[in-house]
């Protein structure tokens, strides 16, 4: 837009991480509001043999993908599965699949004995897909979020306030700062009214029967 009004255009920068982090920050105000874990996400349906969370030794959730046929050969090579290598039913992704009923539970067997240190080295090492389970809550404190300044803190319902993610875009090397703090219930209503065309006695009178809402250091800007 820029470009096509000056001529000039500007670099747009935008982040996966980031842009993630805001997809949750939803859930992430919801906890921040009740101080409460946000729930999990449903489970969905399968694509993959392998695409799970597995509760280690330490009670941590870590999450393992295994989405291809190399994956799986690399998998079994790092942590010593020379017999489920071996097993001409898991060759594939669809016929681990087709497994899953016998399969997981023996995996799930296999890697809950592991430390999550454990398992997540053997899943690096191996170069299959792994993560620690975090919650929404958990990114409050995220080193990345808060070192690259994505978090902005937010006056929250209540009078109490949390960090949520700003917009993951920065254009022309500008972040996208908060601007202004959600308004309260009726924050700034007779600004609004105003430009409506209300009068001030419009305004009062409305408030006084309860057709809107009008906190108390509102009516000083009636007029």
Same mark, same amino acid.
Do not use: C
């Given at each position: 837009?820029?470009?096509?009004?000056?001529?000039?255009?500007?670099?747009?920068?935008?982040?996966? /991480?980031?842009?993630?982090? /805001?997809?949750?920050?939803?859930h992430?105000?919801?906890?921040?509001i009740?101080g409460?874990?946000a729930?999990?996400?449903?489970?969905?349906?399968?694509?993959?043999?392998?695409?799970?969370l597995?509760?280690t030794?330490?009670?941590?959730?870590?999450?393992?993908g295994?989405?291809?046929?190399?994956?799986?050969?690399?998998?079994c090579?790092? /942590?010593?599965?020379?017999?489920?290598?071996?097993?001409?039913?898991?060759?594939?992704?669809?016929?681990?699949?087709?497994?899953?009923?016998?399969?997981?539970p023996?995996?799930h067997?296999?890697l809950?004995?592991?430390?999550?240190?454990?398992l997540?080295g053997?899943?690096?090492?191996?170069?299959?897909?792994?993560?620690?389970?975090a919650?929404p809550?958990?990114?409050?404190?995220?080193p990345?979020?808060?070192?690259?300044?994505?978090?902005?803190?937010?006056?929250?319902?209540?009078?109490?306030s949390?960090?949520?993610?700003?917009?993951?875009?920065?254009?022309?090397?500008?972040? /996208?700062? %908060?601007?202004?703090?959600?308004?309260?219930?009726?924050?700034?209503?007779?600004?609004?009214?105003?430009?409506?065309?209300?009068?001030?006695?419009?305004?009062?009178?409305l408030?006084?029967?309860?057709?809107?809402? %009008?906190?108390?250091?509102?009516?000083?800007?009636?007029?």
């Open positions: 837009y820029q470009r096509q009004a000056t001529g000039r255009g500007q670099l747009v920068q935008a982040s996966l /991480f980031e842009s993630v982090a /805001f997809l949750v920050a939803q992430m105000a919801i906890a921040a009740t409460k874990p729930p999990p996400m449903p489970d969905r349906g399968r694509t993959w043999s392998v695409y799970d597995f509760k030794v330490d009670g941590e959730l870590v999450f393992v295994v989405t291809s046929d190399r994956h799986w050969q690399r998998m090579e790092t /942590f010593g599965y020379a017999d489920l290598a071996a097993d001409r039913r898991l060759d594939t992704n669809q016929g681990r699949i087709e497994q899953r009923e016998w399969f997981l023996e995996l067997k296999r809950t004995a592991l430390t999550k240190a454990e997540m053997l899943a690096e090492k191996a170069g299959i897909p792994v993560a620690p389970v919650r809550e958990d990114l409050f404190e995220d990345h979020l808060n070192q690259s300044g994505s978090l902005a803190v937010t006056r929250l319902p209540g009078g109490g949390g960090k949520l993610p700003k917009i993951p875009l920065r254009m022309d090397g500008h972040a /996208f700062d %908060l601007r202004l703090d959600p308004p309260a219930i009726g924050e700034g209503s007779a600004g609004l009214y105003r430009e409506i065309g209300l009068s001030g006695d419009e305004i009062r009178r408030a006084a029967e309860g057709v809107i809402e %009008l906190p108390r250091d509102e009516w000083s800007a009636v007029g």
